[in-house]
């Protein structure tokens, strides 16, 4: 196989492209799929901010090289979950990358920010780790996003990422989740005019059009050290299982994923838009962030401080979380 | 394990109901099923005559029979489609429970009514085996049910062949096709008051409740002698791949078909409603079946006509069809 633009000997077949390239076309071709996709989603402009969320893996760093590479003002943040060796490695190569590009990390730690780590919070909870750690790293990347001055959150989430994501959501009908799932979610304000204030920051998702394998390709070609050991929380996890799947259809059908995801966006999500909750959104009453005013006489507390304060509680009880909130058998 | 109802040894385990069936149980369970279904989608009432679109195979007899037990006025009709042996054995199968049963039987021959099989339109059209069959079948049994003055047409398709075609239409969101996807398609009818005219007739799907393993083992139970083999012509036939990516899913998480298909009709179909094509649709000037009259000037012609004329054509000529249209690989 050849590269299709220079006739070279080719590295990589990008069957659903259905074309190969050699190793500096195939790196100018990820790119230009992740221009294609800031420009059609108006996700950034030049002057902003962008603040990458980082794991120290092949997707969140090969996104953050080549923002740098496209000349954007791109901070890493790098939020310490806790997960024993994992974290300790992930965020290795998180600061081996940085210090390699000259560019400015920012760390956090879990424990230090809040006392607990993921695997105490899902022991204290009963949440699953998964749900606990996706809602720590949304309240974390937001809160950071906001207290160091930054428009845009970047997340290095690929093709593979969103159609697990989206074929889930479809299985179930998920429908509030369907409305909301798209490679941007603009800025959310309280407020208006003078008094307007930023509570949620633009989120964006540059990696869409460029598929797991292709980004494990491109990290490896740029010769990026990533991490690639998968967090040991997510064994058996349903994404997995829903990547399978989709996987058995692309290698029969090359470009069924791109198919489910664009056209889902083109034809589908507008369908899904009016599902809005009723309560209106409003500062938890805790921490600022914005949460659900539902009509039942309670103040508002967010999810965040709900479940902190659920994980403070019983640690000083010395009690577990009971698994009231574990994810149960869908049937 | 266990009846569920009796106790006794279960001879089945139906996983994603949690339970398992003693024979004569599950032959209840499967007719209770399949009178839930009637019921809720209103499909038909005991005074209607019904006929039974019967291909010999496992989902048609047992649709039929079942049927026949709760003693509705269930009528076959068996279409000889010319596909060599296959259709040879499936008539067979179709007349031969229609004798033991002491039922009433139709049976017509494309060949006879048309003057080609489906082997032969194919070839003489150019279009897919499937794609030309299922044309030919929706208008053979809608026209017989006409001729013959039948209200309702009852065909066996099953949860696994509704939500891998639901699967199919949500992979390539075929907003149209998701939009018509239901257990009861009402009639349609042409005119008003006394001039009004049913030109397609009401068309249920009882046994959507009803897996494909568990209508197979009902067809067993009951000593249905039904044709096991499949249809020679839909050999890498895509539904099949849908079939197996979900039945991997069902074997993870048992409940996740009939959760895909019933959440879509509660939760989703009606997103997809408002997807019907601006054409009027006006009876087709060369045989009087509804079709799409489109602001092009030409007289309105339908498919079924459109695709026999250029089979009668070409077979004049001594022309092969060619594969324009072929189903092309989608990207």
């Keep these: 196989m050849k590269c299709k633009v220079c006739s070279e ?41 962008l603040l990458i969320a980082v794991s120290g893996g092949k997707d969140s760093l090969a996104i953050w090289d080549i923002l740098l590479d496209l000349g954007y003002d791109a901070t890493g943040f790098y939020l310490d979950l806790g997960i024993g060796g994992y974290s300790t490695r992930s965020k290795e190569a998180s600061v081996r990358f940085a210090d390699e590009r000259g560019a400015k990390l920012i760390v956090r730690s879990l424990q230090q920010e809040h006392g607990f780590t993921v695997p105490e919070l899902s022991r204290l909870t009963g949440r699953v780790p998964c749900s606990g750690c996706g809602l720590n790293k ?77 980004s494990a390709a491109y990290a490896v070609l740029k010769g990026i050290d990533y991490i690639v050991e998968e967090c040991p929380m997510v064994e058996g996890n349903t994404q997995h299982r829903y990547k399978e799947a989709m996987t058995m259809l692309e290698e029969a059908s ?41 009509d039942d006489g309670k103040l508002p507390i967010c999810s965040f401080c709900k479940t902190k304060t659920l994980a403070e509680r019983n640690k000083l009880e010395g009690k577990t979380g009971a698994p009231q909130g574990r994810r149960r058998r869908r049937r």
């Excluded at 492209?17 to 195939?26: E, W």
């Excluded at 790196?27 to 294609?36: C, S």
């Design 9 to 49: 000997h080719a590295v990589i077949d990008v069957r659903r492209h259905n074309a190969g390239f050699c190793q500096s076309h195939f790196i100018d071709h990820i790119k230009a799929q992740v221009v294609k996709t800031i420009k059609e989603f108006k996700m950034f402009e030049p002057e902003d901010r």
């Design 138 to 214: 949304r309240y974390e990347f937001n809160r950071a996003a906001l207290e160091e001055g930054f428009q845009v959150l970047v997340t290095g989430h690929n093709l593979d990422d969103e159609v697990a994501t989206l074929f889930g959501n479809v299985l179930h009908w998920q429908t509030e989740q369907l409305g909301r799932q798209a490679p941007m979610l603009e800025e959310r304000v309280f407020g208006e005019g003078g008094d307007a204030k930023t509570v949620l920051v633009r989120k964006v998702k540059p990696l869409v059009r460029v598929a797991e394998r292709e």
């Design 254 to 294: 090359p470009g069924t994923k791109a198919q489910l995801y664009f056209g889902f966006l083109k034809k589908a999500s507008h369908r899904f838009k009016e599902e809005e909750a009723d309560a209106p959104v409003v500062p938890c009453t805790s921490c600022g962030a914005p949460t659900l005013q539902w």
